[in-house]
């Protein structure tokens, strides 16, 4: 597997994981302000959009695990000794597998939108449920559109348009396989690490939206709870895809979060 990664900026190195069925188009609205301060590295997962599989061997496990593994393949590849990582939603999932299994390539942790998963999740409604299970047309303009509408507020569509346009546009030019949307769905209503949340020692900060209705702020309440070094920081008026909506005020948390002392 030829992963897809590039890196933008110079400084400490950031490496931002992006959330469920999403590439490094993900972080369109990060990029820019965040590789003013620091090396900024995206990337398309396995096998999602330019991080195509060349066989069916490239595809022969696609478990959370992996999708961790892969992150400290770029960091290799890099040569990076450690990096701050963001993870978003599904992509907290693979951050928080990074950070307990690799703690030494880690620095400061950012888990945006996420859970520990586990029977202690607290699901959207039946809903945006049923729009992540169907894969009926999942790379077509129609069904893009009906799973990530969902994700912002409806103040945030009506008023931006254009911008919810070119999330979903950027969505539907990163083809997404089915197999590998199946097992990302599989890895994440399978997920569960509500009991070794305590492990994680690194400074970490937790920042969600309180109209989240993919992953309801509920889930990151509870998840700073469990963590020994951990804060949390609530977004007003902030929808799953907050770092979208509020992107300024989410780029100024992380940066402050990042360069601080504490």
């Known amino acids: 597997m030829n ?7 110079a400084g400490e190195p950031l490496l931002l994981i992006p959330g469920f069925a999403s590439g490094a188009w993900n972080w369109f609205r990060q990029i820019d302000d965040l590789s003013k301060n620091f090396k900024v590295i995206t990337f398309d997962p396995h096998g999602i959009g330019r991080s195509k599989a060349k066989n069916e061997a490239d595809l022969a496990d696609l478990s959370m695990q992996a999708f961790a593994d892969d992150v400290l393949h770029i960091l290799d590849e890099l040569d990076i000794e450690k990096a701050h990582i963001l993870g978003a939603s599904f992509g907290g999932f693979v951050a928080e597998t990074f950070a307990l299994n690799f703690p030494d390539r880690l620095e400061k942790l950012i888990l945006a939108c996420t859970s520990f998963g586990g029977a202690q999740h607290v699901p959207p409604d039946l ?13 077509t303009t129609e069904r893009i559109r009906k ?14 348009p254009e911008i919810v346009e070119k999330v979903c546009e950027l969505r539907e030019n990163s083809i997404v396989p089915e197999r590998v949307y199946m097992a990302q769905l599989t890895a994440a209503t ?19 939206g309180d109209k989240d209705k993919v992953v309801p702020m509920q889930n990151s309440i509870n998840l700073a709870e469990k963590m020994p070094n951990a ?7 902030g929808s799953h895809m907050f770092f979208v909506e509020n992107a300024d005020e989410f780029n100024r948390k992380v940066k402050e979060f990042i360069l601080s002392n504490d």
């Open 147 to 160: 799973f990530m509408i969902p994700a912002f507020t409806p103040e945030f569509t009506a008023n931006f």
């Open 127 to 139: 809903e945006v449920l049923m729009a992540f299970a169907s894969t009926d047309g999942m790379n």
């Open 3 to 9: 992963l897809h990664y590039e890196t933008h900026g």
């Open 231 to 237: 804060r949390l920081e609530i977004i007003k008026n």
């Open 190 to 208: 399978t997920f569960d690490y509500e009991v070794r949340m305590n492990e994680i020692k690194n400074e970490t900060l937790i920042i969600t």
